[in-house]
């Protein structure tokens, strides 16, 4: 499908996105192995039960990293209820509390564009479902940097702000529905 | 959005921060300090690091704000409210069973209100005088906001309030606050056993001996190797069994000391201090 080799997955998605990213890891290939690094829109003072309840059907394991953990293959991330999640360049996670960023904490922008910053032209980033513009810059960042950018279709998005926004400001590579989404990863 | 930032241009600031200012930054995690120092550029119009130091030159008294918009101060009341429930249910009455007086450090206290939470918790147990409390920052500036114990309305409410509710405190968190317009002024009274002082974790050094030590959400903005040495003062500043709190993320289990501490509750992150 694609002459390149990636390093890294990293998703952002918020409104309408979870039954997304629910499908797109109960169907991913149990040997996908690239790192998988999801940040989401989440209710900031519920810490516990996101992860739980998207592994019931995932079939990569996935994880909160704690503040500097170590990225490992084929293990999705999740980013914490109320931390920013950015990613350093000896390839571990750095958590923040700093200022919400578009109104949200976790911000998706600054997620996808630490992973970019590091992985450059290696990173693949995808954009769901959302109600707000979070992560359409970090798209642009992606996409300045040299690697490739998809978004979920957003006639197919029960939310399709975010997409859009995406869409409006950088050129995007693919515009894709789900079954898509997951054909494309698993052809990596 | 600024231009992106070398790293080079970021060891450079942090250098001359160093030789210059009593500040060290050097070993700040590099994702967070190069958005503060882009923060920093867009407030004040300044287009390049450079331009900072040029600043910072012509300007010494620039760096107490610099450090002011550096340092992340966004914090709030009963953050985690079940970790303030063990610290109600479990840690302090096993404390104040076995002592009169329970010594209390904050460190990196921002504005205060982790500060106001601990007082509030002991308050409403009636364990209030029988603390002695420290609260330390970096930034002289956010202490005396901490000091004033003044909080944005809408916080309040939407934060503070919610996690309160969570906390199952005894009382309403209006009890103890006067709202001023927009603003809501804290009980001063319940400062009373409580010394604020400027202290920087990097470089100030032990303040102490203390039998719980909150740290939390502050050393994520450190690298690992910074991290390790401020877990070292935070065992040679607790007493024997001593508690020691960091963030929901945050862990020792690398460091140098993670042998001389014991798991308290790990959900919260709650250590306890074995070995000196």
Redesign the interface.
Known sequence: MIDRKFKVVVIGGSAGSFQVVTKILSEIRPDFELPIIMCMHRLK?V?NGFVEALSIKSRLPIV?????EQIKKGTVYLA?A???M????AHYF??????MVNNSRPAID?TID?TS?VYRTKTLGILLSGANKDGA?GMKRVVDRGGYTIVQDPAECTINTMPTAALAITPINEVLKTNQIIAFLNSL | ?VEEIE?SELKKLAVFIKDRFQYDFTNY????FK??IQRVMELYKLSSVDEIIRKLSSEPAFIRTFVSELT?N??EMF???SLWRVLRDKILPNLFSIQDEVKIWHAGCASGEEVYTMALVLHEQGWLDRVKVVATDIDQGIIKRAQEGKYSYKNMLDING??YV?YEGTNKLSDYYKEDGQTCVMDKNLLRNVAFKEHDLVRSGVLGKFDIVLCR?V???F??TL?NDVFKLFHQSLNSYGYLVI?????LVWCDIANKFITVNNEEKVFKKVRD
């Open positions: 003072h810490r909160e990293p704690r503040d500097k914490p109320n931390y920013h950015s990613v350093e360049l750095a958590l923040s509390t700093e200022e600054i630490t910053y810059w | 959005m790293l995690a590099v994702s967070s958005r503060r992340v966004v914090t953050r985690d409210p919610k996690n969570r959400n050393m994520i903005y690298n690992q991290q963030g929901s993320k945050e862990t």
